[in-house]
């Protein structure tokens, strides 16, 4: 089945036209939000992350929507150490499926949307759904099972009611985003190879915001070795792991500047194996980002020069580093699509910011290939990763028209005439 | 005292070498890890049965664990023990010399368990010294203490009219159960002698350092770097500052020594780290430098270096320091006058390390340690003792021991 355009209908109708559908489905919605967070799928689940991309393939099949399963790329040999870091002790072959859903028409360009089927939740630290008022509770429903959700039935809307103006869209569904996407990486790049306009979906920001740009992100492992000793009777002969990896975690810390958007944080440190042996060993991670390339490469640099330093004579380090996420950067066309949802907005009652974001998700392969893309275009979504991960109920419906009102503007030909 | 004793002891001790060598070769390759409590029962079988064999009352003494569940985990979390053997504590009264002298050694071992098997006990006629998991940590002076009693018992020399010995069988583990025993059984002692292995020089030991093990953990406010920066509160940050500030403290030239062995922080990359945990050891020469060291420990934990994260400190001296004293100093001489006599050359040194005499040392007992073999290497696969010291050290013991109960060193006075 196929929708056609209707271009007898104005743009304000049709926007009416999504709403009103939408509307009736706030409780089907929820319902689909509830069977998706009901799922775990944590990366290193691809039972669960299978059961969530058959769930969305299933319900965009049924709407004409060719469903494939893909898998990512091998990584080159020299960026092989990001498996481990990721995913510790997974095995990456074992990942779920990465999704390709795409629906080809013959309206009028190309949409690409993101979203990702894999949780922050690790196994076993999830908790049950829960409805609070206008608040959905659950293990990874702001990040980003509602924002599935609301892609789902935004693409639905615009077949149920005969608003589908486009070429093309394509969704890509990450298996593993909470894996630093080594997998995704090479799907979304194919797609956004041929897609004119990237929409992601994670949950909006606070005050409903959307996001106009993604940090540039990546990782490095930092490893010190010193010399063991037995801390009363060899102490002399000892070279302490851990105080060099100290003064250096302090150095790290120090290149963190909210003025320029630049953040570092070593996210996990450990050192030593017995309290009455000088360490030989220590090692941490650093989680490192920048707001473009420019940044990243000084960072980088200066990170260099810290690992570097011997700070204890007779101690080395080896430092191993990677942006794994480009990033997003905010162009002209960035603030064109933004103009163009800000209308279908407008249309029926909603404005919203937009802010620059510090994170990176599956939008940030998107960045190199200078698309225009708005990402945070999921329900309104706070307390990720905690208990009170919750998304805000009626911005299902709200932020379901946005992103099916944008579409149909698009495929209208609104980017032309913006 | 009489040269006369120190001479039938060593004659005695040389006629009974081979037979104090295959007593070694059964400790060293029963496998007696801390936490194998059928191993190190297996040894306290041995040695009950050998005590009461020369003479003694043998008591086998429950040791409970430590109130302080942190000081237990400390010792023990990593090691999955499943209860720990109970102590062995030997009596022999009815010497005809005056006093109350206790000797200690340990039969547990810090090998992983199933070292023995890989690494029998051995001896190597070129270098003169056996091989073996703990033979010089310290199954070397625990086969030199057994042999010390037969000697003095069937030499027939005037004894402190009581000697006590405890084997027991947590020293790997920090002594934590094991202390209340030797606390109370030092409280009624006159001498302390522990026969930890002979430094590697051929020393014995005088003074020893207090040791103290202490644990930090600071509590940080987790947050997400990217999302969450304005509220994150990174415990490593404040963890590394203080391990800074805390190995500052780090002082040998006045008798500290303080290590962060370990830490471990945060739980994900890309989270402000909410947890981070710290392990020190602290060694301190005196009481002085200990109560020093504690206090700028303390203030280093409570300063508030990074707003937003809160500082938990643990600290406990779980080997008090053991201080030269005039007693001491008079008991090394008298081991370097008995090595004298027989052949031997016998320093008493300070070290940094600990042992039971700590223990006994902090109940007012003069105590000296270093009386086992002299050996080295200590654990790992070449841990050796040098042989001929074997026969050597078990001869000095036992006639430092008929020495003290022949008024050497005076007996205390016990209020």
């Known amino acids: 089945m196929s929708a056609t355009a209707t271009p007898e209908k104005t743009a304000s109708n049709a926007t009416n036209a999504l709403r009103h559908w939408l509307h009736a489905q706030r409780n089907e919605m929820l ?48 960026r092989k150490w990001l498996e481990e870091f990721m995913l510790p002790g997974f095995d990456r072959t074992q990942l779920g499926f990465q999704r390709v859903a795409r629906w080809s028409g013959d309206g009028h360009g190309r949409a690409l949307i993101l979203g990702d089927l894999d949780t922050a939740f690790v196994p076993g630290k999830g908790f049950p759904f829960s409805i609070d008022g206008d608040r ?6 702001a990040d980003m099972k509602g924002g599935l959700t609301v892609a789902v039935y935004a693409l639905k809307a615009l077949q149920a009611t005969s608003l589908n103006n486009l070429e093309e869209i394509t969704c890509v569904f990450s298996a593993d985003e909470q894996g630093g996407s080594l997998d995704a990486r090479k799907p979304i790049a194919d797609a956004a190879a041929h897609s004119d306009w990237v929409f992601c979906m994670e949950c909006a920001r606070e005050g409903g915001k959307l996001m106009g740009s993604r940090a540039q992100i990546g990782v490095a492992k930092l490893e010190v070795f010193g010399r063991d000793a037995h801390a009363g009777s060899a102490y002399a002969k000892g070279i302490s792991a851990i105080e060099a990896m100290a003064r250096k975690v302090q150095a790290i810390h120090a290149l963190t500047d909210p003025s320029r958007e630049i953040y570092l944080c070593v996210g996990q440190i450990s050192g030593g194996w017995r309290r009455s042996v000088i360490p030989g060993y220590s090692m ?61 907005g407008a249309e029926f009652g909603l404005d919203f910011g937009v802010l620059r974001s510090p994170a990176a998700g599956s939008s940030a392969f998107v960045g190199p290939m200078d698309l225009p893309c708005l990402d945070g275009m999921g329900p309104m979504g706070a307390d990720l990763m905690t208990t009170n991960e919750h ?22 030909g609104a980017w032309d005439k913006a | 005292m009489t040269d006369e004793a120190t001479k039938k002891i060593h004659a005695w001790m040389q006629a009974h070498e081979s037979e104090l060598i295959a007593f070694l070769r059964r400790l060293v390759d029963i496998d007696s890890a801390t936490e194998l409590r059928d191993g190190v029962e297996t040894v306290a079988r041995l040695m009950e049965d050998t005590m009461r064999g020369i003479g003694f009352d043998v008591t086998r003494r429950e040791v409970a664990p430590p109130p302080e569940q942190w000081i237990y985990d400390a010792f023990m979390a990593d090691r999955g023990d499943a209860g720990i053997a109970p102590a062995v504590e030997c009596r022999l009264r009815g010497g005809t010399g005056k006093g109350r002298l206790l000797m200690m050694g340990h039969i547990d071992t810090a090998f992983p368990v199933g070292a023995p098997a890989t ?60 202390r209340p025993l030797i606390e109370a059984e030092a409280r009624q002692s006159d001498w302390g002698l522990v026969t930890e292995a002979g430094r590697v020089g051929g020393e014995a030991v005088g003074q020893r350092a207090g040791i103290a093990l202490g644990e930090i953990i600071i509590d940080g406010v987790e947050a997400h770097l990217g999302t969450g920066f304005r509220t994150g509160q990174s415990a490593i940050e404040a963890m590394c500052r203080k391990v800074i500030a805390l190995h500052k403290l780090h002082d040998p030239d006045n008798g500290v020594l303080l290590n962060v062995g370990e830490f471990n922080g945060g739980t994900r990359r890309n989270l402000y780290a909410g947890h981070c945990v710290a392990r020190m050891d602290i060694r301190c020469v005196d009481m002085a430098a200990w109560e020093r060291t504690k206090a700028s420990i303390e203030a280093i934990a409570a300063a508030n270096d990074l707003p937003g994260t809160t500082t938990t400190l643990k600290l406990q001296q779980h080997r008090p320091p053991m201080p030269w004293t005039p007693q001491t100093r008079r008991m090394a001489e008298l081991v370097r006058e008995t090595g004298a006599q027989i052949g031997a050359t016998i320093d008493t040194i300070a070290t940094m390390g600990g042992s039971d005499a700590n223990i006994i040392a902090s109940q007012g007992v003069p105590t000296l340690c270093g009386l086992g073999p002299v050996g080295g290497a200590i654990m790992t696969r070449d841990e050796y003792i040098e042989l001929p010291t074997l026969v050597e050290r078990a001869a000095v013991l036992a006639a430092l021991a008929h020495k003290l109960g022949t008024g050497g060193v005076e007996v205390r006075k016990h209020g």
């Open chain 1, 31 to 78: 319902d689909f939000v509830h069977g998706l967070v009901d799922i775990e799928s944590y990366a290193t689940q691809p039972d669960g992350v299978n059961a969530v991309g058959d769930m969305l393939c299933d319900a965009l099949g049924s709407i004409g929507y060719e469903t494939e399963r893909v898998r990512g790329a091998p990584l080159a040999p020299e």
């Open chain 1, 136 to 141: 959905a509770l659950g293990p990874g429903i």
């Open chain 1, 284 to 344: 941490c991670t650093i989680d490192i980002r920048t707001p473009g390339p420019d940044a990243w490469e000084e960072v980088e640099s200066k990170l260099r020069a810290i690992a570097g330093k011997v700070e204890l004579p007779g101690s080395h380090s080896t430092f191993l580093i990677d942006s794994h996420r480009p990033g997003v950067q905010w162009t002209k066309k960035t603030d064109k699509l933004i103009g163009i949802a800000k209308e279908a």
């Open chain 1, 391 to 412: 998304i805000v109920i009626s911005s299902m419906v709200e932020r379901a028209t946005l992103l099916a009102a944008t579409l149909h503007k698009l495929g209208a």
């Open chain 2, 119 to 178: 690494n029998p006990f051995r001896i190597d006629p070129a270098t003169k010294r056996a091989y073996g998991p703990a033979i010089a940590d310290m199954k070397g002076g625990d086969a030199g203490i057994v042999f010390a009693c037969r000697a003095l018992v069937e030499t027939g020399v005037a004894r402190p009219e009581q000697i006590t010995v405890i084997f027991d069988t947590d020293e790997q583990g920090g002594s934590v159960r094991s």
